[in-house]
C-alpha cells in the first residue's frame, strides 16, 4: 500500500482511478457503493473510467434484509 501511494499519490480522483482499473489491477478491481452522496461520485468517476468495472451494494433492504442486487454502470437503467 505504501509504494502504490508513493507511486501514484500525487494523481487526483480521476487519473487514479484510471490508472488502478486500467494498469495496476486490469480485471481485478471492483468498488463498493452505500449509494450515498459520496459513492455518486465516485460511481460517476469509475463509469468515465471503464463502465464495465463491477460495483457491489451493501446497502440492505430494510423490510427484507437481503442486498440490493450488484449493477455495473454498463448495465441498462444506470443512467
Partial sequence: MRELAREYGHLGGLDLLRVM???VFPGR???TTSFGTESAV???LVARVDPA???ISWI???CSRKPWPTVKP???GWD
Fill in 21 to 23: 482499473i486500467e494498469d
Fill in 42 to 44: 465516485l460511481l460517476d
Fill in 74 to 76: 454498463s448495465e441498462p
Fill in 53 to 55: 468495472t463491477p460495483v
Fill in 60 to 62: 440492505r433492504a430494510s
Fill in 29 to 31: 478491481i471492483a468498488v
